[in-house]
């Protein structure tokens, strides 16, 4: 993990899984949500969590969640309904609900209509925020299937030239099942950083590297430099001479298959209408599933084995490491900022609901 968002030891207050997990489920049933659906929220937000994409977990409750629950801008009881469906596909209108919750249902119906036809396709309009794109793409590998998840994330982002924000964060993820390594799990936006994480380095105090963010004006800042009050995402890439074209035309993509396909329109057309998009591929409709597990066993094992350019230990693959930090934290505990824990037990006691954080 970038030390960037990583949050110092002397700062860090290692909370148990199971813990965080009864206080964020509380409070969500507090705000209004079904018991069910407060439990899918809660694992989703916890993968997060467990496997350090700390900038899609719990903390995302205090500036986003929260606050729009109890304005209504986010429904606590949604009644998401398919709008337009055929055997292989489907569109729901997720009625303002939470995606960290209607996403993964997208993704299951996804499955159940792999599991018939080969493949499946679910996109989701009237959506709002859904998490770590992993957590949903994942949900199909750990049944056997290739899974990918995309959703249009706000917007914050710059066209390569542009000097206005046009585009979200729009992340991709893709998970592949193994028989005895970790899956593959890749998880990444299409701005040159998460949103989110320049939220948390902001929090601890870190600066910006070069490359990905612009000054207001549409200047790539190609410095390090601390968190601007004001300033703009840059697409993967960074700048045209570094392939920053390959990043704008990636997040074009996701909208397509996420807004466009799903009849709302691109992202900054639609600002907090949320449009989501999950695939399921049944392995067995392609070629022998045992075969291909065996041959990602020996991808993954072969890319591990790489020899590491000198100045690095060792050559990882995307799902390896966080699945080594899923690990470690189950033992040890999830390292949150001592003012993110702060923040829960000041909303439990606000919501009068049960809280076994630490004070």
């Avoid at 018991?35 to 350090?52: I, S």
């Avoid at 792999?114 to 770590?132: I, Q, Y």
Wanted: charged letters at 20%; aromatic letters at 6%.
């Amino acid at each position: 993990m970038d030390e960037t968002f990583s949050v110092p030891e002397e700062l860090a207050v290692r909370v148990p899984p199971a813990d965080m997990a009864a206080t964020v489920n509380a409070i969500f049933c507090a705000l209004g949500m079904p018991l069910d659906r407060a439990a899918q929220c809660t694992e989703t937000l916890l993968y997060a969590d467990r496997r350090g994409i700390d900038s899609h977990g719990v903390s995302n409750m205090f500036p986003y969640y929260v606050h729009d629950l109890r304005r209504g801008t986010i429904k606590a009881d949604p009644n998401p309904t398919i709008v337009r469906e055929t055997p292989a596909t489907a569109t729901i209108d997720s009625d303002a609900g939470l995606g960290l919750s209607v996403a993964a249902d997208a993704m299951r119906l996804a499955i159940a209509k792999a599991a018939t036809v080969g493949v499946g396709t679910v996109v989701v309009t009237n959506g709002r925020h859904f998490g770590a794109a992993a957590y949903h793409a994942h949900l199909a590998a750990e049944r056997g299937y290739i899974g990918m998840a995309m959703t249009v994330g706000g917007i914050q982002v710059l066209p390569t030239f542009g000097s206005q924000p046009m585009l979200g964060l729009n992340p991709i993820a893709v998970a592949v099942p193994s028989r005895r390594r970790a899956p593959f799990v890749f998880d990444a936006s299409m701005s040159a950083v998460a949103g989110n994480k320049i939220r948390i380095a902001r929090r601890l105090g870190n600066p910006v590297k070069p490359g990905w963010i612009a000054e207001s004006d549409g200047t790539p800042v190609m410095d390090s430099r601390p968190v601007p009050e004001q300033f703009h995402m840059l697409p993967l890439g960074a700048t045209r001479d570094l392939g920053s074209h390959k990043g704008y035309g990636l997040a074009m993509i996701v909208d397509v298959l996420c807004g466009m396909l799903a009849g709302t329109g691109p992202g900054y057309a639609n600002v907090g209408n949320i449009s989501h998009h999950c695939s399921a591929y049944r392995i067995e409709a392609f070629c022998d599933p045992e075969w291909f597990l065996d041959q990602m066993d020996r991808y993954l094992d072969d890319l591990a084995a790489c020899p590491p350019a000198p100045g690095h230990e060792r050559v990882l693959y995307a799902g390896q490491l966080e699945a080594e930090t899923e690990a470690d934290r189950n033992q040890r505990g999830i390292p949150y900022h001592r003012d993110v824990v702060q923040y829960f037990v000041e909303l439990a006691d606000e919501l009068n609901v049960a809280c076994p954080l630490p004070r």
